[in-house]
């Protein structure tokens, strides 16, 4: 596209939906796709009143999920390069929908229900008052979510919202899918046991690979993240947080203050009736509580 059409870009959606559809899709073979996107993005987070605007992306595997693209109106914080490779577990509840290919809409975070905490923890750090979401699916797998959201008020999307959403979310979907630009990102590379979590420490978001950890330990409504080098990170979440999004065939809780990696776990002491577990390069060993006892022999194998 040349410097005279991107100067003539609209401020704010054209009032035509299709119109606007055909704009989209001229930037969308004119410009590089994150360009593009992210134009796109902006035009609509501006003209339906939303604080941030995003699309988020899927590997195949449907394990993990990756924020790619994000918009967001004035001093809204951004949260783009701390959601990459997040497990899918922590959206559980929101998925439930998405995959029956419904969008969501929540008018106000602060009534999620309560299987839905772990995520509401995370919008509430977000300062997300209502979202709305979209799936996108491609070649009959959810591929893509597009949506809002609103930090400084409740707000009100209309089902025309919605419908614009769905189709833009085709247009992004094959262009990044179909014929994709020779690819910085690659979720497929991914593995599972090496995918990395992103944590905030001394204000800056590292990645940190979940086969590092050797177990987490609760602080108030905070954590402590322990790795097999020995270093440790708090993070902002709680322990319920981390119960709720990490994956349950490899963590589990031993106590009210406890998480541990299974595959650290070195051995199990069950003598005196005071069971303490062993793990990998962790010199002190941890006691499992009588309630979290049955689910951890059965998740061992004792």
Not at 150 to 172: E, I, K, P, Y
Request: aromatic content about 8%.
């Amino acid at each position: 596209m040349s410097d005279r059409s991107e100067r003539d870009d609209p401020a704010t959606m054209p009032a035509d939906e299709n119109e606007f559809l055909r704009y989209c899709g001229s930037l969308l073979l004119g410009l590089a796709a994150d360009k593009a996107i992210t134009r796109i993005l902006t035009l609509l987070g501006r003209s339906h009143r939303a604080d941030r605007a995003w699309l988020i992306r899927y590997n195949h595997d449907f394990t993990h999920l990756w924020n790619t693209h994000e918009w967001t109106r004035g001093e809204t914080s951004k949260h783009i390069t701390e959601l990459q490779g997040v497990p899918v577990e922590i959206g559980a509840w929101l998925h439930e929908k998405l995959l029956k290919d419904e969008p969501v809409f929540i008018e106000d975070t602060k009534r999620m229900p309560r299987r839905a905490k772990a995520l509401q923890s995370e919008f509430t750090r977000q300062r997300i008052r209502s979202l709305l979401s979209v799936p996108v699916f491609y070649k009959g797998r959810l591929m893509l979510q597009l949506g809002y959201d609103s930090t400084t008020a409740n707000a009100d999307w209309s089902d025309a919202d919605v419908d614009l959403l769905r189709q833009v979310g085709r247009l992004f979907a094959l262009r990044l899918l179909a014929n994709p630009d020779p690819p910085s990102f690659q979720p497929d590379d991914e593995v599972q046991d090496s995918a990395p979590i992103h944590l905030q420490e001394s204000a800056v978001h590292r990645r940190f690979p979940l086969n590092q950890i050797t177990h987490i330990t609760a602080d108030g409504d905070y954590s402590h993240m322990h790795f097999l080098n020995s270093h440790s990170v708090s993070d902002t979440h709680n322990l319920r947080y981390w119960e709720s999004a990490l994956s349950p065939r490899r963590f589990v809780r031993i106590s009210r203050s406890t998480i541990v990696n299974l595959n650290c776990v070195n051995s199990l002491d069950r003598r005196s009736g005071n069971w303490k577990l062993e793990l990998q390069n962790v010199p002190k060993a941890l006691p499992v509580g009588r309630n979290y006892r049955s689910e951890l022999r059965v998740r061992l194998e004792y």
